[in-house]
């Protein structure tokens, strides 16, 4: 992990990960984690005594890095910073909001989903013309 040296360098890219204990605990055995030379990770551990203020420092951290090509978001921690996450327009990284064990995934509230059902329906209306 930490051997890795600088992911912008040799063409590769990190997946961060913003999530509960569980979920990120998943990931990291999958060996998506990253701690680099300043030990800066690429993920946040989400609990009951994480604040709303260290969630958008997260956020706007990993979203800000461009050794980061996509951030996975619990959608119930999505919602608790959404006026960021609906805000954030950029391709890379792109941010995908992820179920939890103890939260399940609602579709109507996905924000990346609700811009690819909105591009489809104008797509699709300028089709019938």
């Known amino acids: 992990m930490a051997g890795r040296g600088n992911a912008a360098s040799n063409n590769s890219a990190l997946i961060a990960i913003i999530a509960d204990e569980d979920t990120v605990t998943g990931f990291l ?7 680099d030379l300043r030990k800066t990770t690429n993920y946040l551990l989400v609990d009951n005594k994480t604040t709303v203020k260290q969630i958008e ?14 951030v996975l978001i619990s959608q119930y921690i999505a919602n608790m910073i959404r006026f960021l996450v ?14 939890s064990k103890d939260h399940p995934y609602d579709p109507e509230s996905d924000s990346v989903l609700s811009r690819v ?10 089709e019938r013309r």
């Open 29 to 35: 055995l999958a060996g998506v984690g990253n701690v």
């Open 57 to 70: 420092d997260a956020f706007k951290e990993f979203t800000a890095r461009d050794d980061i090509a996509i």
């Open 117 to 126: 059902k909105h591009l489809f329906s104008a797509d699709s209306s300028s």
């Open 86 to 99: 609906d805000g954030y327009n950029k391709p890379i990284p792109a941010i995908l909001e992820i179920p």
